[in-house]
């Protein structure tokens, strides 16, 4: 029973070392005496025993290598803390395997002078707006140097820039001070613009009230010719009648009539009004006076006939 316990344990020992399943996730290389013999993909595969071994599996699906943070100085002298990821993947297993000790950790440390390198290129306001591009060129540089070692470059992504407490508090300083200026810039552009909305007011105000002048004055004007024309018209209208009336039968005698009549009425206001009694010199000059006006009827009668 011994023995044959024995053999049921070196047969079990034996099929396990003949047998191994390669998992979807990885591939394995296997040496034969010591040397590069195949490498195994995923599936069930035959060893055999004390002969080959399955000397280093390999992670095909794409990795995340977290990049602990370092120290890097600007282009500006600025010294800053700078953390990130890099994600790779394995390409070829057999350059993974035998290109270099451990891909990772050279993955890493590339990262990372490459990072330091990347970010002295540039100043410390450029390293918050070119994230993207400081991480383009990490995996362009990592991807050529990395090519030997069966790994492919994927993407690089920065976590984190922390300047010093010292850089923290001048930048919020001059962030205050680039807002305050901003602030200033707007309050002066709108009154300058407010200042110019006023003066075009007053300006237009001005050329209305002298529009309105001048039609006004025009209107006055035409106005007045038009009342001007009119009274002469009026005017002319009534001599015509007044010279019509006194060709007619008795008219020279109605005139001579009420020009008495209003030579008496504005006398008698005269002497009313005046502290001097006035008395005609000659009432020969007064019968003079009445008879010049007769004539002058006569005469305008007549050429009126005429």
Known sequence: MFWLAVSVLAFLYVFVKMVIVVPERDTCIKERMGRFEKILSPGWHFLYPFIDRVAYTQEMREQVLD????????????????????????VDAHKASYGI????????????????????????????TERESINESI???????????????????????TPSAKIIDTME?????????RAEILLATADKEARIALSEGERQE?????????????????????????????????????????????????????????FITELGNILQSSKVSVVPGQLANIKGFFQGIGEVSKQMGGNKTE
């Not at 300083?173 to 200026?181: G, L, N």
């Open 67 to 90: 990049i602990p943070p370092q120290g890097c100085i600007t282009r500006d002298n600025i010294q800053v803390e700078v953390d990130g990821l890099v994600y790779l993947k394995v």
């Open 101 to 128: 000790e451990n891909y990772r950790r050279a993955s890493v440390n590339m990262a990372q002078t490459t990072m330091r390198a990347e970010i002295g290129k540039i100043s410390l306001d450029k390293t918050f």
């Open 139 to 161: 995996v362009r540089e990592i991807d050529k140097a990395s090519d030997p070692w069966g790994i492919k470059m994927m993407r690089y992504e920065i976590k984190n820039i």
């Open 173 to 181: 300083k001059q962030m205050e001070a680039e807002r305050q200026k």
């Open 206 to 262: 001005a050329i209305n009230l002298s529009e309105g002048e001048k039609v006004k004055r025009i209107n006055e004007s035409q106005g007045k010719a038009k009342e001007i024309a009119l009274v002469a018209q009026a005017t002319a209208s009534g001599i015509k009648r007044i010279a019509e009336a006194i060709q007619k039968p008795g008219g020279d005698k109605a005139v001579k009539m009420q020009i008495v009549e209003q």
